[in-house]
Every structure is written in structure tokens, then in C-alpha cells.
């Protein structure tokens, strides 16, 4: 039998060789690292950067076919007029994905809370401020539906929210009585709901206040996620829930707080949606769940959660728009742009793979 | 036995069942004041479900937990770690697209002073990464070329060296590691050792988790053997040999048959 003492002999003999060999264990400096490696890393450590690189390149492409008038400030404000709800929306998408979740239902919750705006503010007659934050308050109130049903029922997000979708839905259309609020009742009784939509015009372009509310939030949420306690918590419990929970994190808590704050922006782009379209309509922004989700996913962030930056939507909205508009501009049916935006969604998936690998 | 020095932790009658599976089939557990305590077993034995339960990261379904005398339920990790227990799960719970920093004070933030930390709640980045550094090399576990690497970039070995150190650097009351050098090599190993011998030295006690026989035999004071999802023996490296407890571990040998020293050296 062997003795505790030999085996300590043991030990310390083959460690004895391992010293010896010396140099530092664990140093992080890779040998040499091949350009593609080295591209690897970058995309990696930057998610921000692919989307970044095809949105230049794609305004490269449309400035050399279509030339001035593609890069005419006006029709570059356009465009970014144009994926202001898209963008907002966007911001929501990408709290929920981070989490490894999903939301079917910001488009409905949109839907649903500028309809709730319209009529508290021309039916109800309430102050338009008022009306405002009643609508802004039933977003949470969604997000926190949503949230309940993933946190503590445990149901997947993608069957949540595909369920809520229906049923905010169908509330709007009961609550609006498939009735539109027209634009010219709006302007009287509530022109607050149309701030949004109102324009500063510099040097040829036409920002919108929607749009500088948009980038306003995009930097609130990347301060909110970059630089706050919180923003590492959201991160964490996409990548690894059950790692999160092990170092102290209430992860349950955390997804609450993401879904609720996704409510809030889904009646914010609500607002922005008022302001663009003039009027409420209940078939309005029908197609914004999956344009938001396209933005995301071309945006660079990982459907898997975890990974990926709020810029990152930010580019993948604009380049959804421009080559929208840039297509348009050029002549190219209708058709031929959901083509690309389609192939555009592929490729940026496929280049999340890559990424994502280390 | 350690008779004369303090009970710290304590387990009685302790039970966690997973359906039909009992993980933890009434199991009693004592730790002292600043001793090493390893534990032993087979795979599946329950040794990871224990100290899930001693760390709040599981909530037993019987049985009662004091620390220093004082009844204890956790509900989470949170709230043993509030208590100033740190612990390295097997799994390692660590988040890979963060960086080590923010692996190391992840749920324990620290933030800026003043109205940008109180307010707009703003993250002291740069003190936590210097202090995650300093920890780290403090414990000479780590080189690091660049603290803000995602732990994903780590290899196995080195994550688990940012979980040590997490715990190692933020333990004040008791050190719980499960299986702290399965991925590690030789050299990383023996750091980790002394890690262990030097957190003992400080007067924090150590559970160790662990299937290297050597190892356990070296570090611990004492070793509680666990079979069947409860502890049927606690030897001593000076009164048992590690092939009897090994024996023991596996049920070859009855503990009840052979009293402690039987077969010492
Ligand atoms: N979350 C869970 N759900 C169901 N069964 C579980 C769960 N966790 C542990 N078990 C079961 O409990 C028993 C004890 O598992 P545990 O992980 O505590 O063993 P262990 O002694 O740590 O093993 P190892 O040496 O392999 O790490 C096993 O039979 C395992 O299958
Ligand atoms: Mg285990």
C-alpha cells in the first residue's frame, strides 16, 4: 500500500520537472496569429464593426450608381426618417435577444399603445401629456405580461411572445373598434402625439424630433448596457442563465427588467409612429416585428444571447434602409428589395457563426 | 479528532431530491475554524449537490444548516456569499463574452463615487480592472496580457484559475472549491495548492472537492468521504492511507470495521 509520505515524494517529483521547465503559466500572447485570425478577433471583440463595414459599403455603392441625388442630405434624412420606428423598436429587440430570448409581440404592443394614446387623448379628451404616459405605462404593463410568462412560468419567449402578439392584436382591434383616428383630430386635441413627427431642417436635411429621440435612446441603453451594473447583468444571463445565477445573479429579475423596459420602447416608437403616419391607425406598423428583428440579426447581435452591441441595430436599421431606399432610388422593383434584405439576413447570420466561434 | 476547535459550518440530516433521484440522502457535514477539509467520492456520490446546498446555490429539502452556531437558509448564492462564502462550482459560473473583470466582480460591482455613480449609476471600470489585476497576480495565478479579454478567449485551465481567484480574492468567512484543478496542469495545480495553504494560513477554513488522491492527501486536515449521497466516514491523512480510502469511498472497505488509525503508517 501506498503511504501518504511516498506519495508526496511522488508528487513533488513530477511537479519538480514542470518547474523546472519554467516560464510563466498562462500567458496570454498568442504566437502567430494569421491575418484572418486577426479579423477574427477584431469582429469578435467589436460586434459593432461588420454592420458598420457593410453600412459604409452600401453607401459607397449607391453614391457611385445613383450619385447626388442618393447622397443629397434630405434623401439621407429621409432615410433615416425612415428607419426611426424600425429603430426603436430595434432597441427593444435587441434587449429581449441579449437575453436569448425573443419578442413576436413589439409591432402588436406598438400597435396596441398608440391606439390607447389616440383615443385617451381625442375620445377620452385627456391632457396629451396624460395620454402620453397612460400609453407609455400599458408598454411596460405588456412587457411585464411578457415577462411574468417567461420568468415564472417558464415558457419559452419565442411562445410567449407569439401568443401575446395575437392577443395585443386583438385588443387593439376591440379597443379602436377598427376605427382610425384621423390626423386633423389628433392636431387639435393632442398635437404632443404629433411632436415626433415635427422637422428642424439644417443644411438641406429634415431631422425629425422621432429621429433624435431614437438616437437619443440608443445612447441611453449603450450607456445603460456598457457602463452600468445592470447592462453586464443582461449580458450574463443571455450567455450562461445558470452560470449567472451561480455568481449572485437575479437573473429572474434581470429578464423582468428587460422585458418591461422593451414594453416602455415599444410605446415610444408608438409615439414615433403617431408623429410619422399623422394619424393612429390599427393596421398600422403590421410588418415591425420582423423588420425590428432584421435589424438586429443584420446588427450583429447573436440570436443566441450574450453578444452583441446596441449600435450594432442601429446599423443594421440603416442599412436595411439604405439599401431600401438606394434600390428604390435606382429603379429596382419592390420585389428585388425584400430579395436583398432577405440575402442580406442570411449572409449576416452566417457571419455570426464565424464570429461567434473561438 | 479536532475536537478542540470550533464547529463553523454545520450540516444535520440534510436531504435534496431531483424527482426519484436523491442527491443528498440525509448527510450530516462539520467544518472547523480554519482547517482544510476535502471531500471524497465517487462520481455522482452527491459532493457537488452538498456544497450547492452549504452555498445557497440549492435549497435542501430537509435538514438545517447553522453557521457559527446560527441557523442559516439560503435562498441563493447571493445571499452566502453576503455571509462571506465564495465558492468555485464545477461548472465554473463564469460568464463567457465578459471580460475577467467583469467575471471576477460579477454581481458585486463597484461604482464610481459620487453623483455619476449614485445617480447614473456609472461603473468604476477602471478600478475593478485594477483591482482585478492586482488580485490576480497577488495570487500568482494568473499572467495576464490583457484584463479585458472575454473569458470565452481563456482556455479551460485558465477559466478556472478566474473563478479561483474570484473566490480566493472575495472569501472573509469560507472558501468552498469543487473540483478546482480537473482542468488544470501540473504547475497550475501546485499554485492552487498553495493557494490553498495560504488561504488557510489567513484563518479561513477550505472545502475541497476533489478526485486527485495525492492532492487531497497532501492539503487536507481532514477528509470527509461521501458515498450514496451521505457521509460515511471522516479519516485523517496521518491515520489512513489513500488506498483505504479509496476503499472506504467505494464500499470495499465498511469504515464501522475498521476504527480511525487502524492503518496508519
Ligand atoms: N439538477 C439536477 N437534476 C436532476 N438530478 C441531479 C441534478 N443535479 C444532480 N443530480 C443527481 O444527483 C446525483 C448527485 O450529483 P452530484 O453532481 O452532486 O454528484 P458529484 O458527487 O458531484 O459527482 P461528480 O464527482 O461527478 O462531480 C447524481 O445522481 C445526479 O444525477
Ligand atoms: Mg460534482
Known amino acids: 500500500m501506498t503511504t501518504p509520505q511516498n506519495a508526496k515524494v511522488q508528487t513533488a517529483d513530477h511537479e519538480k520537472v514542470a518547474n523546472a521547465a519554467g516560464g510563466d503559466f498562462a500567458t496570454f500572447q498568442g504566437a502567430q496569429v494569421s491575418l484572418a485570425d486577426r479579423l477574427h478577433q477584431f469582429f469578435h471583440q467589436y460586434p459593432v464593426a461588420a454592420p458598420t463595414i457593410v453600412l459604409l459599403a452600401a453607401i459607397a455603392l449607391f453614391s457611385s450608381i445613383i450619385g447626388g441625388r442618393f447622397l443629397d442630405p434630405f434623401n439621407l434624412s429621409l432615410i433615416l426618417q425612415q428607419v426611426t420606428i424600425i429603430g426603436v423598436l430595434g432597441i427593444a429587440q435587441t434587449l429581449i435577444i441579449l437575453t436569448a430570448g425573443i419578442d413576436l409581440s413589439v409591432g402588436a404592443v406598438m400597435v396596441l399603445t398608440s391606439v390607447i394614446m389616440g383615443r385617451m387623448a381625442v375620445e377620452v379628451g385627456l391632457p396629451s401629456g396624460l395620454a402620453l404616459c397612460i400609453g407609455l405605462i400599458a408598454g411596460g404593463v405588456t412587457g411585464w405580461i411578457n415577462g411574468l410568462l417567461v420568468t415564472r412560468f417558464r415558457l419559452p419567449p419565442f411562445i410567449v411572445t407569439l401568443g401575446t402578439w395575437n392577443i395585443f392584436f386583438a385588443l387593439n382591434l376591440w379597443y379602436s373598434q377598427s376605427e382610425t383616428i384621423r390626423s386633423q383630430e389628433i392636431e387639435a386635441a393632442a398635437p404632443l402625439l404629433h411632436w415626433t413627427g415635427t422637422a428642424i431642417d439644417i443644411f438641406g436635411a429634415r431631422l425629425t424630433y422621432g429621429s433624435l429621440l431614437m438616437l437619443g435612446l440608443f445612447v441611453v441603453i449603450w450607456y445603460a448596457l456598457k457602463w452600468t451594473a445592470w447592462g453586464k447583468h443582461v449580458y450574463a444571463t443571455g450567455d450562461d442563465p445558470d452560470s449567472a445565477k451561480l455568481a449572485g445573479i437575479r437573473t429572474e429579475r434581470v429578464l423582468m427588467s428587460v422585458y418591461v423596459v422593451a414594453g416602455v420602447l415599444c410605446a415610444i416608437a408608438a409615439w414615433v409612429l403617431i408623429g410619422r403616419i399623422g394619424s393612429v391607425s390599427p393596421q398600422a406598423g403590421m410588418m415591425a416585428n420582423l423588420d425590428s428583428i432584421t435589424a438586429v440579426v443584420i446588427g450583429g447581435t447573436s440570436l443566441f444571447g450574450g453578444r452583441g452591441s446596441i449600435f450594432g441595430t442601429l446599423m443594421g436599421a440603416l442599412v436595411v434602409g439604405v439599401f431600401r431606399n438606394g434600390l428604390a432610388l435606382a429603379g429596382v422593383d419592390v420585389l428585388w428589395q425584400e430579395f436583398t434584405v432577405g440575402a442580406l439576413i442570411i449572409v449576416a447570420v452566417g457571419v455570426d457563426q464565424w464570429i461567434r466561434k473561438v | ?265
Not at chain 2, 73 to 101: C, W
Not at chain 2, 225 to 238: E, F, M, Q, S, Y
Not at chain 2, 240 to 249: D, K, L, P, Q, R
Request: proline residues 4%; aromatic residues 4%.
Open chain 2, 1 to 265: 479528532m479536532t475536537t478542540d476547535k470550533k464547529i463553523v459550518f454545520q450540516a444535520r440530516g440534510l436531504v435534496k431530491r431531483y424527482g426519484h433521484v436523491t442527491a443528498i440522502d440525509h448527510t450530516d457535514f462539520d467544518l472547523y475554524a480554519g482547517e482544510v477539509l476535502a471531500i471524497i467520492g465517487d462520481n455522482g456520490a452527491g459532493k457537488s449537490s452538498l456544497i450547492k446546498a452549504l452555498s445557497g446555490a440549492l435549497v435542501p429539502d430537509e435538514g438545517e444548516i447553522t453557521l457559527d452556531g446560527k441557523p442559516i437558509h439560503f435562498k441563493s448564492p447571493m445571499d452566502a456569499r453576503a455571509l462571506g462564502i465564495e465558492t468555485v462550482y464545477q461548472n465554473l459560473a463564469v460568464s463567457p463574452s465578459l471580460d475577467i473583470a467583469d467575471n471576477m466582480f460579477l454581481g458585486r460591482e463597484r461604482r464610481v463615487p459620487g453623483i455619476l455613480g449614485s445617480v447614473f449609476r456609472m461603473l468604476d471600470k477602471k478600478g475593478m480592472h485594477d483591482e482585478a489585476k492586482a488580485k490576480l497576480a497577488e495570487l500568482g495565478l494568473l499572467t495576464i496580457q490583457n484584463i479585458n479579454q472575454a473569458v470565452e478567449t481563456l482556455s479551460g485551465g485558465q477559466r478556472q484559475g478566474v473563478a479561483v481567484a474570484r473566490a480566493a480574492a472575495f472569501a472573509r468567512h469560507v472558501v468552498i472549491m469543487d473540483e478546482p484543478t480537473a482542468a488544470l496542469g501540473v504547475k497550475e495545480s501546485r499554485r492552487v495548492l498553495n493557494l490553498i495553504n495560504d488561504v488557510r494560513a489567513k484563518g479561513l477554513p477550505v472545502i475541497l472537492i476533489s478526485h486527485n488522491m495525492p492532492h487531497v492527501f497532501e492539503v487536507a486536515d481532514r477528509i470527509h468521504i461521501h458515498r450514496l449521497g451521505k457521509r460515511i466516514a471522516i479519516v485523517k491523512p496521518d491515520t489512513h492511507t489513500m488506498s483505504e480510502a479509496v476503499a472506504i469511498m467505494t464500499g470495499a472497505l465498511n469504515p464501522e470495521d475498521h476504527p480511525a488509525g487502524a492503518y496508519a503508517a
